[in-house]
């Protein structure tokens, strides 16, 4: 058996390649720069990771006892550096898509803002502010 593409297929393939390029060069099809680096919210993830996992309604009564809790537990440097990881975060030109994507999954976050009837980008400027209240 020939393992070998036929020039045929070969062309096929690279002109699938240019239009899917095309298609990724597209500024509409651009995911905001939150999306594409996970590595500058460290904090923020293991944050919010850690105690709005999924089952974080069984541990906590509500989401204000879980920012408690992490004011209570964390050391202020990580603090700090979270707020201004939201900062950098709220910056971003996001939809409410966007946010609820790189919440669940970029930052492991299982919170819905609208349960509270409020949007992730109030959420988490509610949460910066709380956490430089406690500083």
């Given at each position: 058996?020939?393992?070998?593409?036929?020039?045929?297929?070969?062309?096929?393939?690279?002109?699938?390649?240019?239009?899917?390029?095309?298609?990724?060069?597209?500024?509409?099809?651009?995911?905001?720069?939150?999306?594409?680096?996970?590595?500058?919210?460290?904090?923020?993830?293991?944050?919010?990771?850690?105690?709005?996992?999924?089952?974080?309604?069984?541990?906590?009564?509500?989401?204000?006892?879980?920012?408690?809790?992490?004011?209570?537990?964390?050391?202020?440097?990580?603090?700090?550096?979270?707020?201004?990881?939201?900062?950098?975060?709220?910056?971003?030109?996001?939809?409410?898509?966007?946010?609820?994507?790189?919440?669940?999954t970029?930052?492991?976050?299982?919170?819905?803002?609208?349960?509270?009837?409020?949007?992730?980008?109030?959420?988490?400027?509610?949460?910066?502010?709380?956490?430089?209240?406690?500083q």
């Amino acid at each position: 058996m020939n393992n070998s593409a036929s020039p045929i297929h070969i062309k096929q393939i690279r002109t699938l390649y240019h239009q899917l390029s095309k298609i990724e060069a597209c500024p509409h099809n651009k995911k905001p720069d939150a999306l594409m680096k996970t590595d500058q919210y460290a904090n923020l993830s293991r944050l919010l990771g850690c105690y709005f996992h999924q089952d974080w309604t069984e541990e906590f009564s509500d989401s204000n006892h879980v920012l408690e809790e992490i004011v209570k537990c964390e050391p202020l440097s990580c603090l700090r550096d979270s707020v201004k990881e939201i900062e950098h975060l709220l910056s971003q030109p996001m939809t409410e898509t966007d946010y609820s994507e790189i919440m669940t999954t970029t930052l492991g976050c299982y919170f819905e803002p609208s349960s509270k009837h409020t949007h992730y980008s109030d959420w988490l400027s509610k949460m910066a502010i709380y956490f430089t209240s406690q500083q």
